[in-house]
């Protein structure tokens, strides 16, 4: 299919591919996607008139925003942060990227769009704050943070009293170096 653009257009779900697309990406999801390949992804095939659509459903993103494997380690083989906030992940198989890599224009643009939308609202920094408040509260202030130590003690724990501080630097660095990629891709295309 990579000849046949309208083919390719007609078998994924576009709205779903760039999302999936573009979170993947927020999340560094190696998880997900790693060395050209897609994993830990479910593909669903949504029969629609004309034809069937595919559409990403990603699952078990425990190596993401910056978790790293690390296989010489014996008990918890994460390490956090191991990945900096500005490394792109980027989904490099399957027909977005085939599209993509057409250069077609009214492609990127939605892609451009796509994120400014996702900026302006579901990523905006006050949407994730206020995400992160809740997180904290539910992981630190319900006291399930300290209950894990205790409960699993080999596993890689930051200190407790530091709350959720770190990974909201993390998330907003992430976001910062992700627009400045956006704005260079939007003026090269």
Partial sequence: NNGNTAELYKGIDLDNAVECYLFINLIQGVDNTNEGTIKNMYLLLNKEEGGIRMLYAPWDMDYALGNTWVPEWEENRTAPYGMT???NVWMKKGY???????????????????????????????????????????????????????????????????????????????????????EQYEADV
Avoid at 104 to 133: M, P, T
Avoid at 136 to 164: C, F, V
């Fill in 85 to 87: 906030a500005d490394v």
């Fill in 96 to 182: 977005l990227n085939q599209l993509m890599a057409t250069r077609d224009q009214e492609l990127w643009q939605f892609i451009f769009e796509k994120y400014k939308s996702l900026r302006a609202d579901g990523w905006s920094e006050a949407k994730i704050n206020l995400l992160l408040d809740e997180y904290e509260q539910d992981i630190y202030g319900s006291g399930a943070y300290l209950r894990e130590m205790d409960r699993w003690p080999e596993g890689t724990y930051g200190d407790p009293a530091e709350g959720m501080s770190r990974f909201r630097a993390y998330v907003a660095d992430r976001l910062q170096f992700m627009d400045r990629c956006f």
